[in-house]
């Protein structure tokens, strides 16, 4: 558990370094509005991705413990329930703000 915990938060730096180097490029080739918007995908994807997967790893720990009782079952489904919506609806959201940002600057720039 703590390797997989270790793993995603050293991934989630180097995602957000690569953000930061794509809106650098778009803030350069004179786009900073969508520069911006990139940033704010970009964050709010690998924000979701953190904690998505905090909340998966305090729902799996706790259920680790013995003797958990039908309510502290029902709050861990609730932490998985949670952990997915944050991993699978809200970080592809961010990133899709992110890309979509990114392409219309490609666009504008007449790359497509």
Sequence with gaps: MKVSAWAIAL???GLL???GGVVDHLRSSGEPRLARIALGGGVLGAGAIVGGAALL???T??????GASRSEVVDLVTLHDLSHALL????PFGFGVAVLASAAAAARAGLT
Excluded at 61 to 66: G, I, K, P
Excluded at 88 to 91: C, E, G, L, Q
């Design 61 to 66: 720990l706790r259920f680790e413990d013995a």
């Design 17 to 19: 370094w690569f953000v």
């Design 57 to 59: 790893w305090v729902g």
């Design 11 to 13: 991934s989630s730096v």
């Design 88 to 91: 699978f609806v809200a970080a």
